[in-house]
Nanobody
Framework: QVQLVESGGGLVQAGGSLRLSCAAS????????MAWFRQAPGKDREFVAL????????YYADSVKGRFTISRDNGKNTVYLQMNSLKLEDTALYYC????????????????WGQGTQVTVSS
């Protein structure tokens, strides 16, 4: 089982930037797909971005494309989410998750989750 610990959330004004980090431990990340999801109050958890650990190939939700960047540091077993041009609607609890094998963008298909880090965007 892989353990995930997120950090980097906080309060930021609209138009600002934040970088989230997710440190993984406990299992090799080869063949892993590491993703960020978010959940706003009263809403379902939604896919934000994914990176395939071995190839570095990335995928984004349309709502964040061009503003957010997912990346990884192999040596630190850490995945990052750089969030620029933040909007009020980006306010949510952001989760890091891992799935091994084939790609999926559905939260139900991810077996390991972090505890979440809050991102609040103010006007």
């Amino acid at each position: 089982q892989v353990q995930l610990v997120e950090s980097g959330g906080g309060l930021v004004q609209a138009g600002g930037s934040l970088r989230l980090s997710c440190a993984a431990s406990g299992r090799t990340l080869s063949s892993a797909n590491m993703a960020w999801f978010r959940q706003a109050p009263g809403k379902d958890r939604e896919f934000v971005a994914l990176i395939r650990w071995t190839s570095g190939t990335t995928y984004y939700a349309d709502s964040v494309k061009g503003r957010f960047t997912i990346s990884r540091d192999n040596g630190k077993n850490t995945v990052y989410l750089q969030m620029n041009s933040l909007k009020l609607e980006d306010t949510a609890l952001y989760y890091c998750a891992v799935r091994y094998g084939t790609i999926s963008f559905a939260a139900k298909d991810f077996g390991s989750w972090g505890q979440g880090t809050q991102v609040t965007v103010s006007s």
